[in-house]
């Protein structure tokens, strides 16, 4: 018996180790590499004020040859080696950054923006459905940034070529057919480069957050010539990040079928990473909203991760490479490319998975070790959420589905557990008789439980069995943009969000900035049910024979509502409501077990 308790308690220590972990190790850390990451920064500006700017790396690609890119500075050529990073420019306002240059509008459902006709670069996209925070005035979210902004994020598409031959580049002025990119109406930029080439792209959106970019080059030169597409996506400055192990931000992609997650901080150590694949699909990813290039899988491609720096700012940049493409004198040259610039709605992302032919394109949501139950448990809340029409509700639905599913195997753990609780007296009558000799109680106390048919470990299995749905469930809720700001009853705005009715704000009724040494005793109301729910489920198990061990998991409720006080209220909802079902179905077994609350039977006769 002595061994089975211990194997419980080191089940419960595992839970305390990992949903603590993020609060006591992973946050502070995280906190203090942003602060080193503020000082080198600030000394780098301090150091580089007379001179901006930093040399551009030359990576090769997997042949070994070099990887040509768009020019880091002025000129007609594609021919250097490099990040697409422009001549750096004092960092402007969003808005006097995209008056720089001639643009068209992109007013599509649900996206908003502009394209600039310098270097044809998609750089402003902002989400018509999505806000920084709950007030409805609140700013809508910017995705992409103006090259000339203080951090410009954008996505480009161009050719490469020989020296002698004259490309578009960062800097080249297209011509438009149109003023507005919608869902109906596409625009085509077009380029003469005066030398018998026309270049031409034509941008497309459809009613969400895809884009794609049709290039063409028409020779009308004398002699072939051979051109290699591209494209790119750069972003300049790291993002403020989670800090959470269990998310990753940063570059991703699905290259022949394998899942690649690299973090900033990787790529600035590790250097660039390179790809030769057939299919797949690379970009750059944060919480919720994502930045994609989709290549055209017809054609193996040649892709890159690469980090550099735009002076005292990081600078990171995916790219693919595209096979060359030998353009007869008359002929046409023709490359086509998808950009997913949006957020990451599951259902959004399966859709094109089936439609365009996107690999696991649903892995952009970090769904993690447990995808295949963490995804499934999205789709169910999801589909409940259609009928309820609130996803706290969905939540508290699919507890009751999974409560029932798994019922056979907690209701055995249950009578078992009763009839732990019935042997309560006699237990501590043998404890009494035989305190002094532990081998000859242990024998004794497992004799009887021989005799009862009681099993004193029946009770690891229904918390055995919570465990992966609970982390599952913390996935979903930490991850999946649909539950971001989805409000619940009363106080709750936001399940993904901790409970803000706390203690020390008077449960909502006295707001003021709790200082952070504060944060964890600032228990809501919901971690504080929480608890209690915690606290009389114990009391109708069995208490464990060790009185240390007894002691311990008294403790545990309180702990476990620290603990939880800053994880996603949906999370603690779930488990105030699965502990209360719990009580519920325990409550009854013991009842028609003829087992007192406090142990022993309900006759008052031992057994």
């Known amino acids: 018996m002595s061994d089975q308790k211990n194997v419980f308690v080191a089940i419960v220590i595992s839970i305390m180790i990992l949903v603590g972990w993020n609060y006591f190790i992973e946050a502070p850390k995280q906190e203090q590499r942003q602060q080193a990451q503020q000082a080198q920064q600030e000394l780098q500006q301090q150091n580089q004020a007379a001179q901006p700017g930093s040399p551009q790396m030359a990576p090769t690609l997997p042949d070994g040859t070099p990887a040509p890119m768009i020019p880091v500075g002025p000129g007609p050529n594609a021919g250097a080696a490099g990040l697409a990073t422009p001549a750096p420019d004092a960092a402007q306002s ?63 598409f161009g050719w490469i070529g020989p020296k002698d031959v004259v490309l578009p580049s960062f800097y080249t002025v297209w011509q438009a057919n149109g003023s507005v990119l919608t869902a109906e109406s596409p625009v085509t930029l077009s380029w003469d480069n005066g030398a018998g080439l026309l270049f031409e792209q034509t941008f497309s959106i459809d009613a969400n957050f895809m884009i794609q970019t049709v290039q063409r080059v028409r020779n009308t030169a004398g002699n072939p010539v051979t051109l290699t597409p591209f494209g790119l996506i750069s972003r300049t400055g790291t993002p403020k990040t989670e800090g959470f192990f269990i998310l990753h931000e940063g570059l991703i ?20 990473q390179q790809f030769d694949v057939v299919s797949g699909w690379l970009g750059i990813t944060d919480k919720y909203w994502l930045v ?16 550099d720096s735009k002076g005292a700012q990081p600078l990171y940049q995916t790219d693919y490479v ?9 002929g046409t040259a023709e490359s086509a490319t998808h950009l997913f610039a949006g957020a990451k ?14 690999y696991d394109f649903d892995k952009a949501v970090d769904f993690g070790y447990l995808y295949y139950l963490t995804k499934p448990i999205f789709y169910a809340i999801d589909w409940l959420y259609t009928y309820l029409g609130n996803f706290g509700l969905a939540i508290l639905a699919l507890t009751v589905f999974v409560k029932l599913l798994f019922f056979p195997l907690a209701n055995k753990s249950y009578v078992s557990m009763s009839k732990m609780k019935l042997l309560q007296p006699r237990l501590l009558e043998l404890r ?34 919570q465990i992966p749905v609970f982390f599952a469930l913390y996935k979903v809720l930490f991850v999946n943009i649909e539950m971001r700001h989805a409000p619940f009853f009363g106080w709750i705005h936001d399940l993904s969000a901790p409970d803000p009715a706390g203690i020390l704000t008077g449960f909502g009724f006295f707001p003021w900035d709790i200082p952070a040494y504060l944060t964890l005793a600032n228990l809501g109301v919901w971690p504080l049910i929480m608890g209690l729910t915690m606290y009389l489920q114990q009391k109708l198990n069995p208490a464990p024979a060790d009185p240390v061990q007894a ?57």
Request: aromatic share 8%; hydrophobic share 40%; with cysteine.
């Open 432 to 465: 009494e008789k035989y305190g002094d000799d532990r081998a000859k109680l242990n024998q004794e106390m497992m004799a009887l439980y021989k005799k009862e048919g009681a099993n004193p470990a029946a009770g690891c299995l229904p918390i055995l069995v």
């Open 551 to 607: 002691k311990v998991f008294m403790f545990l409720p309180l702990l476990f509502t620290f603990l939880l006080a800053n994880f996603p209220a949906g999370l603690v909802i779930y488990w105030a409501w699965n502990n209360t079902l719990s009580i519920a179905q325990q409550y009854v077994i013991m009842r028609r077990q003829g087992v007192a609350i406090g142990g022993g039977s309900t006759k008052g006769k031992k057994s």
């Open 345 to 358: 709605e599951v259902r959004l992302l399966d859709k094109y998975e089936s439609e365009l032919g996107v």
């Open 322 to 330: 595209s096979e060359a493409q030998t353009i007869p004198a008359g």
């Open 94 to 156: 969003r808005a006097a950054a995209l008056s720089q240059t001639p643009r068209i509008k992109i007013d599509s459902p649900r996206v908003r923006g502009s394209i600039s006709l310098q270097g044809a670069r998609i750089d402003d996209v902002v989400l018509k459905d999505y806000r920084e925070t709950l007030e409805p005035d609140s700013a809508n979210i910017v995705l992409l940034q103006p090259t000339k902004g203080e951090k410009p994020y954008y996505a480009s």
């Open 253 to 272: 992609g699905v290259l022949d079928e394998i899942l690649h997650e690299i973090d900033y901080d990787e790529l600035r150590d590790k250097g660039p």
């Open 292 to 307: 994609a290039l989709i290549p055209d899988k017809r054609t193996p491609v040649k892709i890159r991760y690469i980090a």
